[in-house]
């Protein structure tokens, strides 16, 4: 097998939502959580070779038997797609981790607060935006005629 898998590195990295983080009681939860929420569903045996790991030693860090080389832990995740790893650590310390979002990924969290708040969010495109606003500027315009 190759030593380097590019394809591997398509994906990129994203974060996993809190409450899954929340479930883990150690850093070998955290281990098994990456592999499980893994972006791409490569088995066992492609991301222990990708991470240059022994098939069985990565099964016996799977099952917790043993524990995962520290010096594998940023291929691991880059292979797995997801920082489970360093947002379980994080959270432990009290760390707050600052995410660059894309537009889509905030309109999704924003989206996904203002149902907690139990508010709905009315999607709309520029265009329809644009002809909306266009509308209210003509009303205003007609208002404004006839005061004058």
């Known amino acids: 097998m190759q030593k380097e898998m590019s394809f591997f590195y398509k994906t990129g990295?994203?974060?996993l939502p809190d409450e899954l983080i929340k479930t883990c009681k150690d850093g070998q939860d955290a281990f098994k959580l990456n592999f499980d929420q893994r972006t791409v569903k490569y088995s066992q045996s492609v991301v222990a070779a990708a991470c240059e790991m022994p098939g069985s030693q990565f099964s016996c860090i799977l099952q917790g038997s043993k524990h995962p080389p520290s010096n594998k832990r940023i291929r691991?995740?880059?292979v797995t797609g997801n920082i489970a790893l360093i947002?379980?650590?994080a959270m432990q310390l009290g760390i707050?981790?600052?995410f660059n979002e894309t537009l889509e990924?905030?309109?999704k969290r924003v989206e996904r607060e203002a149902k907690?708040?139990?508010l709905t969010l009315i999607k709309e495109s520029i265009e329809q935006k644009?002809?909306?606003?266009e509308k209210e500027l003509t009303a205003l315009r007609e208002k404004l005629s006839k005061v004058a």
Do not use: C, T, V
């Not at 644009?130 to 606003?133: E, K």
């Open 87 to 89: 947002q379980y650590e």
């Open 76 to 78: 691991y995740m880059e």
């Open 96 to 98: 707050q981790i600052i």
């Open 105 to 107: 990924e905030k309109f």
């Open 130 to 133: 644009a002809a909306r606003l």
């Open 116 to 118: 907690e708040l139990g």
């Open 13 to 15: 990295l994203r974060r």
